[in-house]
Nanobody, 124 residues
Framework: QVQLVESGGGLVQAGGSLRLSCAAS??????MGWFRQAPGKEREFVAA????????YYVDSVKGRFTISVDNTKNTMSLQMNSLKPEDTAVYYC???????????????????WGQGTQVTVSS
Protein backbone atom coordinates (compact mmCIF):
# COMPACT_ATOMS: atom_id res chain seq x y z
CA GLN A 1 0.00 0.00 0.00
CA VAL A 2 1.21 3.49 -0.88
CA GLN A 3 0.25 6.68 0.89
CA LEU A 4 0.75 10.05 -0.80
CA VAL A 5 0.81 13.39 1.02
CA GLU A 6 0.88 16.68 -0.88
CA SER A 7 2.19 19.96 0.47
CA GLY A 8 3.19 23.40 -0.78
CA GLY A 9 -0.09 24.86 -1.93
CA GLY A 10 -1.18 28.37 -1.07
CA LEU A 11 -2.21 31.80 -2.32
CA VAL A 12 0.00 33.62 -4.81
CA GLN A 13 -0.38 36.56 -7.16
CA ALA A 14 -0.43 36.07 -10.91
CA GLY A 15 3.10 35.75 -12.22
CA GLY A 16 4.33 34.22 -8.99
CA SER A 17 5.68 30.75 -8.22
CA LEU A 18 4.85 27.81 -5.99
CA ARG A 19 6.48 24.43 -5.48
CA LEU A 20 4.27 21.45 -4.68
CA SER A 21 5.65 18.30 -3.13
CA CYS A 22 4.23 14.79 -2.89
CA ALA A 23 5.77 12.46 -0.33
CA ALA A 24 5.24 8.75 -0.89
CA SER A 25 5.38 6.15 1.86
CA UNK A 26 6.00 2.48 1.31
CA UNK A 27 7.80 1.36 -1.84
CA UNK A 28 9.62 3.95 -3.95
CA UNK A 29 10.08 4.52 -7.68
CA UNK A 30 6.58 4.76 -9.09
CA UNK A 31 5.44 6.42 -12.28
CA MET A 32 3.61 9.45 -10.93
CA GLY A 33 1.64 12.47 -11.98
CA TRP A 34 -0.13 15.65 -11.00
CA PHE A 35 -3.78 16.39 -11.71
CA ARG A 36 -5.94 19.34 -10.74
CA GLN A 37 -9.61 20.07 -10.23
CA ALA A 38 -11.14 23.53 -10.31
CA PRO A 39 -14.60 24.23 -8.83
CA GLY A 40 -17.34 22.92 -11.08
CA LYS A 41 -14.88 21.20 -13.41
CA GLU A 42 -13.62 17.68 -13.87
CA ARG A 43 -10.19 16.57 -12.72
CA GLU A 44 -7.65 17.29 -15.44
CA PHE A 45 -4.15 16.11 -16.16
CA VAL A 46 -1.26 18.51 -15.49
CA ALA A 47 2.06 16.63 -15.67
CA ALA A 48 3.44 13.13 -15.36
CA UNK A 49 6.81 11.46 -14.91
CA UNK A 50 7.88 7.92 -15.64
CA UNK A 51 9.36 5.55 -13.15
CA UNK A 52 12.89 6.64 -12.21
CA UNK A 53 12.14 10.07 -13.73
CA UNK A 54 13.45 9.28 -17.22
CA UNK A 55 10.57 10.87 -19.14
CA UNK A 56 8.06 13.63 -18.52
CA TYR A 57 4.84 14.82 -20.13
CA TYR A 58 2.83 18.02 -19.71
CA VAL A 59 -0.53 19.37 -20.72
CA ASP A 60 -0.04 22.13 -23.28
CA SER A 61 -1.34 24.87 -20.98
CA VAL A 62 1.54 24.43 -18.51
CA LYS A 63 4.44 23.65 -20.86
CA GLY A 64 7.34 26.01 -20.27
CA ARG A 65 5.91 27.11 -16.90
CA PHE A 66 5.72 23.94 -14.80
CA THR A 67 8.43 21.36 -14.17
CA ILE A 68 7.84 17.90 -12.69
CA SER A 69 10.66 16.03 -10.99
CA VAL A 70 11.35 13.16 -8.60
CA ASP A 71 13.90 12.55 -5.88
CA ASN A 72 13.95 8.80 -5.49
CA THR A 73 16.29 8.99 -2.49
CA LYS A 74 13.57 10.87 -0.60
CA ASN A 75 10.51 9.22 -2.25
CA THR A 76 9.30 12.68 -3.20
CA MET A 77 7.84 14.11 -6.39
CA SER A 78 7.70 17.86 -6.97
CA LEU A 79 5.95 20.29 -9.27
CA GLN A 80 7.66 23.65 -9.71
CA MET A 81 5.07 26.13 -10.96
CA ASN A 82 6.26 29.45 -12.38
CA SER A 83 4.44 32.30 -14.11
CA LEU A 84 1.21 31.24 -12.45
CA LYS A 85 -2.10 32.40 -13.90
CA PRO A 86 -5.54 32.73 -12.31
CA GLU A 87 -6.70 29.81 -14.44
CA ASP A 88 -4.19 27.59 -12.61
CA THR A 89 -6.35 27.92 -9.49
CA ALA A 90 -7.47 24.44 -8.42
CA VAL A 91 -6.95 21.64 -5.94
CA TYR A 92 -3.84 19.78 -7.06
CA TYR A 93 -3.61 16.03 -6.53
CA CYS A 94 -0.62 13.74 -6.89
CA UNK A 95 -1.10 10.20 -8.06
CA UNK A 96 1.02 7.07 -8.41
CA UNK A 97 0.60 4.17 -10.80
CA UNK A 98 0.88 0.56 -9.71
CA UNK A 99 4.23 -1.06 -9.07
CA UNK A 100 4.23 -2.93 -12.40
CA UNK A 101 4.06 0.24 -14.54
CA UNK A 102 7.10 2.10 -15.87
CA UNK A 103 5.72 4.70 -18.26
CA UNK A 104 3.86 7.91 -17.47
CA UNK A 105 0.16 8.37 -18.08
CA UNK A 106 -2.21 11.32 -18.56
CA UNK A 107 -5.22 9.12 -17.78
CA UNK A 108 -6.41 9.41 -14.19
CA UNK A 109 -8.01 5.95 -14.43
CA UNK A 110 -4.52 4.45 -14.74
CA UNK A 111 -3.45 5.66 -11.32
CA UNK A 112 -3.84 3.41 -8.29
CA UNK A 113 -3.00 5.79 -5.46
CA TRP A 114 -3.97 9.42 -4.74
CA GLY A 115 -3.10 12.08 -2.23
CA GLN A 116 -5.65 14.23 -0.42
CA GLY A 117 -4.98 17.33 -2.54
CA THR A 118 -3.55 20.77 -1.87
CA GLN A 119 -5.22 24.07 -2.78
CA VAL A 120 -3.50 26.47 -5.16
CA THR A 121 -5.09 29.89 -5.56
CA VAL A 122 -3.72 32.46 -7.99
CA SER A 123 -5.08 35.98 -7.64
CA SER A 124 -5.22 38.43 -10.54
Amino acid sequence: QVQLVESGGGLVQAGGSLRLSCAASGRSNYAMGWFRQAPGKEREFVAAISRYGLATYYVDSVKGRFTISVDNTKNTMSLQMNSLKPEDTAVYYCGARGASYVGYSANADEYNYWGQGTQVTVSS
